[in-house]
């Protein structure tokens, strides 16, 4: 025997704890409900807070329990709690222990509001072991309760953040790039910068996504709060070239296109999701019915062992994806995946034309394209950002 | 011989601690503020830590472990007295076991 530092600390983070063989699961989402406290313009998973037949439908403690002990006997060490708002639910606390009590990080994503003086205190005494991610719609009550459309809600976010911030719960607060906040960025990074915690900018949902659940009306609305490619360049260079300099990076390293591979995006023994209801999804924007499993059918162990595999193995047989996506060496840079194509036009396949726009305005913007040319008749786009980078 | 580490005493994991096993590694969660430095930190045992670690479940003194560990490994116990005092320690200040009364 022979031994110095014996007991060896691993970060949130950092390398894996396992190079060569990982756990069956490493990461669990849970999608605790639909329902929110809040009605956000851009939001594709928001049914009313007291949507009854949402509740009905909703899994249980104890079958939430139950899984999460599955989870741990897979290896699982992080659990995603998020929403829907997850704070919404009674149960929420007894959720939460059990996973800890597991062993497991938690990662809360919430909008604060429903943050009580209890659940700040047991967040203290139990961390969560991740920061608390908390989205943050807009610095002024109007800008933010015109996101919300629940009167009140700037009001109760505050509040829920103090309690965090009183407690030392640790959080990092996210962003919304919407018509209506774009004028407060700066000062949303100003305040944010002055946080227990800060490092760094934070963090901007922008390319909105839509209902997974596919829901017309909602889709149009979310479509028309979108920036378009030069927007989301103009607001990705606000302090730089640095976001340049890492797309130009990501393309790099991302390989080209994958052929009719479909998720090139899922290694074995990575993550999973489950919605309100028991569905396991390999993430929870993924709602094919042939990418999903109901675990009232079978274990986590099988879905994880068994059905996800099946998943990662489908191809695609559309001749527009094969033609474009298949080939296009953006490919690792655009945000198209199954779930979007999903979400945009129930396949699993089909180019989705904004993303498209996004990720060649970002490789003009890199130097990788000429004006007007197509990424996928691109030959060696490996070698075109090799050379151009 | 160190002062805080009593070789006649019996040490059991904290209750503060979740200890989990995956793939071949321990890994020692915090379940209560006050354990790491920060607030996100795990922890991971190495070799010697892990054979070590298994012994230390309450059943016994620390002296009974160095033997029976000195027994499998055909080591001087004073060798092993060394590791199982050095990682005690470690464990001891970060709270993940507690001395049983």
């Given at each position: 025997?022979?031994?110095?530092?014996?007991?060896?600390?691993i970060?949130?983070?950092?390398?894996?704890?396992?190079?060569?063989?990982?756990?069956?699961?490493?990461?669990?989402?849970?999608?605790?409900?639909?329902?929110?406290?809040?009605?956000?313009v851009?939001?594709s998973v928001?049914?009313?807070?007291?949507?009854?037949?949402?509740?009905?439908?909703?899994?249980?403690?104890?079958?939430?329990?139950?899984?999460?002990?599955?989870?741990?006997?897979?290896?699982?060490?992080?659990?995603?709690?998020?929403?829907?708002?997850?704070?919404?639910?009674?149960?929420?606390?007894?959720?939460?222990?059990?996973?800890?009590?597991?062993?497991?990080?938690?990662?809360?994503?919430?909008?604060?509001?429903?943050?009580?003086?209890?659940?700040?205190?047991?967040?203290?005494?139990?961390?969560?072991?991740?920061?608390?991610?908390?989205?943050?719609?807009?610095?002024?009550?109007?800008?933010?309760?015109?996101?919300?459309?629940?009167?009140?809600?700037?009001?109760?976010?505050?509040?829920?953040?103090?309690?965090?911030?009183?407690?030392?719960?640790?959080?990092?607060?996210?962003?919304?790039?919407?018509?209506?906040?774009?004028?407060?960025?700066?000062?949303?990074?100003?305040?944010?910068?002055?946080?227990?915690?800060?490092?760094?900018?934070?963090?901007?949902?922008?390319l909105?996504?839509?209902?997974?659940?596919?829901?017309?009306?909602?889709?149009?609305?979310i479509?028309?709060?979108?920036?378009?490619?030069?927007?989301?360049?103009?607001?990705?260079?606000?302090?730089?070239?640095?976001?340049?300099?890492?797309?130009?990076?990501?393309?790099?390293r991302?390989?080209?296109?994958?052929?009719?591979?479909?998720?090139?995006?899922?290694?074995?023994?990575?993550?999973?999701?489950?919605?309100?209801?028991?569905?396991?999804?390999?993430?929870?924007?993924?709602?094919?019915?042939?990418?999903?499993?109901?675990?009232?059918?079978?274990?986590?162990?099988?879905?994880?062992?068994?059905f996800?595999?099946?998943?990662?193995?489908?191809?695609?047989?559309?001749?527009?994806?094969?033609?474009?996506?298949?080939?296009?060496?953006?490919?690792?840079?655009?945000?198209?995946?199954?779930?979007?194509?999903?979400?945009?036009?129930?396949?699993?396949?089909?180019?989705?034309?904004?993303?498209?726009?996004?990720?060649?305005?970002?490789?003009?913007?890199?130097?990788?394209?000429?004006?007007?040319?197509?990424?996928?008749?691109?030959?060696?786009?490996?070698?075109?950002?090799?050379?151009?980078? | 011989?160190?002062?805080?580490?009593?070789?006649?005493?019996?040490?059991?994991?904290?209750?503060?601690?979740?200890?989990?096993?995956?793939?071949?590694?321990?890994?020692?969660?915090?379940?209560?503020?006050?354990?790491?430095?920060?607030?996100?930190?795990?922890?991971?045992?190495?070799?010697?830590?892990?054979?070590?670690?298994?012994?230390?479940?309450?059943?016994?003194?620390?002296?009974?472990?160095?033997?029976?560990?000195?027994?499998?490994y055909?080591?001087?116990?004073?060798?092993?007295?060394?590791?199982?005092?050095?990682?005690?320690?470690?464990?001891?200040?970060?709270?993940?076991?507690?001395?049983?009364?």
């Open positions: 025997m022979t031994g110095k530092a014996y007991v060896k600390k970060r949130s983070g950092e390398a894996r704890l396992w190079p060569s063989r990982r756990p069956l699961l490493t990461r669990l989402d849970i999608e605790l409900t639909e329902r929110c406290n809040n009605n956000c851009h939001c928001n049914r009313p807070a007291g949507d009854y037949d949402a509740r009905e439908r909703e899994w249980g403690a104890e079958s939430w329990k139950k899984l999460l002990g599955e989870a741990a006997v897979l290896g699982c060490l992080v659990v995603r709690l998020t929403g829907g708002e997850p704070l919404l639910r009674g149960d929420f606390e007894e959720i939460y222990i059990q996973a800890r009590r597991l062993g497991l990080r938690v990662m809360i994503f919430t909008n604060a509001t429903l943050v009580t003086p209890g659940l700040a205190r047991l967040l203290k005494d139990m961390p969560p072991l991740e920061a608390v991610e908390v989205s943050v719609y807009g610095m002024k009550k109007e800008t933010y309760e015109a996101v919300t459309r629940t009167p009140g809600s700037f009001d109760a976010f505050r509040r829920g953040l103090r309690l965090l911030r009183d407690n030392g719960v640790p959080f990092i607060v996210k962003g919304a790039v919407l018509p209506g906040t774009r004028g407060e960025m700066d000062e949303f990074e100003a305040w944010a910068a002055g946080l227990p915690g800060a490092a760094g900018l934070p963090s901007y949902a922008q909105f996504d839509l209902r997974s659940r596919r829901n017309g009306r909602k889709n149009a609305l479509s028309s709060l979108r920036p378009d490619a030069a927007e989301f360049v103009r607001v990705s260079r606000r302090h730089g070239e640095e976001a340049v300099g890492e797309w130009r990076d990501f393309c790099g991302s390989g080209g296109g994958h052929g009719g591979r479909l998720f090139s995006c899922l290694p074995s023994g990575g993550s999973a999701s489950v919605d309100p209801y028991g569905q396991l999804q390999y993430c929870l924007g993924l709602r094919h019915p042939a990418t999903v499993y109901d675990l009232a059918t079978g274990s986590l162990r099988e879905a994880v062992t068994e996800l595999p099946r998943v990662r193995d489908m191809r695609s047989a559309d001749r527009a994806y094969l033609e474009r996506c298949g080939r296009c060496f953006l490919k690792g840079l655009c945000e198209q995946c199954p779930a979007k194509s999903w979400a945009e036009h129930g396949t699993l396949d089909t180019p989705v034309e904004y993303f498209c726009g996004i990720a060649h305005a970002q490789a003009a913007a890199a130097g990788l394209l000429e004006p007007g040319e197509k990424a996928w008749t691109v030959a060696d786009g490996a070698a075109r950002t090799k050379q151009r980078s | 011989m160190n002062d805080k580490i009593d070789l006649d005493k019996v040490y059991a994991p904290s209750e503060d601690v979740v200890v989990r096993e995956i793939e071949g590694e321990v890994v020692i969660v915090p379940l209560v503020s006050g354990i790491g430095d920060v607030e996100d930190e795990l922890f991971t045992l190495n070799e010697t830590g892990r054979d070590i670690w298994k012994r230390v479940d309450g059943s016994k003194p620390l002296a009974a472990v160095v033997r029976e560990l000195a027994e499998e055909d080591a001087p116990a004073g060798l092993i007295e060394g590791d199982v005092v050095g990682l005690l320690e470690e464990l001891l200040v970060r709270k993940m076991v507690v001395e049983k009364q």
